[in-house]
T-cell receptor
Framework: DTEVTQTPKHLVMGMTNKKSLKCEQH?????MYWYKQKAKKPPELMFV???????INESVPSRFSPECPNSSLLNLHLHALQPEDSALYLC?????????????FGPGTRLTVT | AQSVTQLDSQVPVFEEAPVELRCNYS??????LFWYVQYPNQGLQLLLK??????LVKGINGFEAEFNKSQTSFHLRKPSVHISDTAEYFC????????????FGEGTQLTVNP
């Protein structure tokens, strides 16, 4: 099974809402990622978890809060977002945190902030 | 700093024609190189990777790429494209000192016309 799943597929939320994005993999991967992707642009790294510990936070605003409850699951909690946060949010995983391994991407959650 | 440059933002071709998508990287140390494809409203899928060894790398869907250290290039090729190859293609690189980060190029939109 080489699949990364993400739920929900689409999400519309107001600027005062609290919502969460979920990502799951059962490949035994120990590094998991959150990316934000705007239209016609490459993914931008937000967070990296390595062995369930946050290892990289790319100076992401605190209205985005990641959580890694176990080695298979990664959440992104959203609160008080802005319209410019509307984007495709991608989750990825790879077997180890080192550079010589490929990342497996999920299908993404299309987020619209109104 | 490491960078990845995709030399063409858009490449239109006719069906069954050959195609080359160009990618150059800059790094003073050994790099690992990847090509990903993104179909509309989907996540990224790995086409192929270069980690070490043979400089000609074969991937899925009939794609191949050649690692050229002297030219610092990793161009993607396919001898005969199909309509279904229409997608965004991203070249990406990582290196030992970049930790878990993957540096993406800006992407190339390949459009295959009948």
């Amino acid at each position: 099974d080489t699949e990364v799943t993400q739920t929900p597929k689409h999400l519309v939320m107001g600027m005062t809402n609290k919502k969460s994005l979920k990502c799951e993999q059962h490949m035994g991967h120990r590094a998991m990622y959150w990316y934000k992707q705007k239209a016609k642009k490459p993914p931008e790294l937000m967070f990296v978890y390595s062995y369930e510990k946050l290892s990289i936070n790319e100076s992401v605003p605190s209205r985005f809060s990641p959580e890694c409850p176990n080695s298979s699951l990664l959440n992104l909690h959203l609160h008080a977002l802005q319209p410019e946060d509307s984007a495709l949010y991608l989750c990825a995983s790879k077997s180890r945190a080192g550079p010589g391994y490929e990342q497996y991407f999920g299908p993404g959650t299309r987020l619209t902030v109104t | 700093a490491q960078s990845v440059t995709q030399l063409d933002s858009q490449v239109p071709v006719f069906e069954e024609a050959p195609v080359e998508l160009r990618c150059n990287y800059s790094s003073s140390v050994s790099v690992y190189l990847f090509w990903y494809v993104q179909y509309p409203n989907q996540g990224l899928q790995l086409l192929l990777k270069y980690l070490s060894g043979s400089t000609l790398v074969k991937g899925i869907n009939g794609f191949e790429a050649e690692f050229n250290k002297s030219q610092t290039s990793f161009h993607l090729r396919k001898p005969s494209v199909h309509i279904s190859d229409t997608a965004e293609y991203f070249c990406a690189a990582s290196k030992e000192t970049s930790g878990s980060r993957l540096t993406f190029g800006e992407g190339t939109q390949l459009t295959v016309n009948p």
